[in-house]
Nanobody, 123 residues
Framework: VQLQASGGGLVQAGGSLRLSCAASRRTSSNNAMTWFRRPPGKEREFVATISWRGDSTHYTDSVKGRFTISRDNAKSMVYLQMVSLKPEDTAVYYC?????????????????WGQGTLVTVSS
């Protein structure tokens, strides 16, 4: 499966963006999908994950209440709605498909990765 992330850009603090992740073929409904990000000069980190049916989501503490992950299996799409953005949210955002039905923070659990989309939040 090839994943294509899009929707990044430059936004002022307090603004919103919606990231999208498209799969090259029908995303397996048995696989969790997850967003990671790599801030400038830092390691890639977990952001949010959604289970195969979309009935379970988990977020890193710093984005809880501001980010919402969702998926549309029929369209092979995963989304990350981001509101109240902060400068510390600046990063390259990656979508990834888990090998399992429920996602995790372990990057080794993910077999397919998108190319990343840059989000820059200005203060």
């Amino acid at each position: 499966v090839q994943l294509q992330a899009s929707g990044g850009g430059l936004v002022q603090a307090g603004g919103s963006l919606r990231l999208s992740c498209a799969a090259s073929r029908r995303t397996s409904s048995n696989n969790a999908m997850t967003w990671f990000r790599r801030p400038p000069g830092k390691e890639r980190e977990f952001v949010a994950t959604i289970s195969w049916r979309g009935d379970s989501t988990h977020y890193t503490d710093s984005v809880k209440g501001r980010f919402t992950i969702s998926r549309d299996n029929a369209k092979s799409m995963v989304y990350l709605q981001m509101v109240s953005l902060k400068p510390e949210d600046t990063a390259v955002y990656y979508c990834a498909q888990s090998r399992f039905s429920y996602g995790s923070r372990r990057q080794t659990d993910y077999g397919s990765w998108g190319q990343g989309t840059l989000v820059t939040v200005s203060s």
